[in-house]
């Protein structure tokens, strides 16, 4: 899995939108926090609570500080 190497390589899961190294793993991560939000506002999502629970255990990041 793309984001498990990227966690081995930099230490994290703080995937930037517009990672150069990989651009559709940035647009992917990007995508999960958009629908991250949608769920926690109990609209319509793609992602379910087993989702976002396999996410969290190798420490994804849902909100990236500037």
């Known amino acids: 899995d793309e984001l498990i190497q990227y966690a081995a390589k930099f230490g994290n899961c703080h995937v ?38 396999r996410l969290d255990s190798i420490g994804f990041a849902w909100f990236m500080s500037l």
């Open 16 to 53: 930037p939108t517009k990672f150069k190294e990989n651009t559709a793993l940035g647009r992917w991560v990007s995508t999960q926090r958009a629908e991250y939000k949608q769920f926690c506002k109990g609209e319509k999502s793609s992602l379910t609570a087993e989702k976002i629970q």
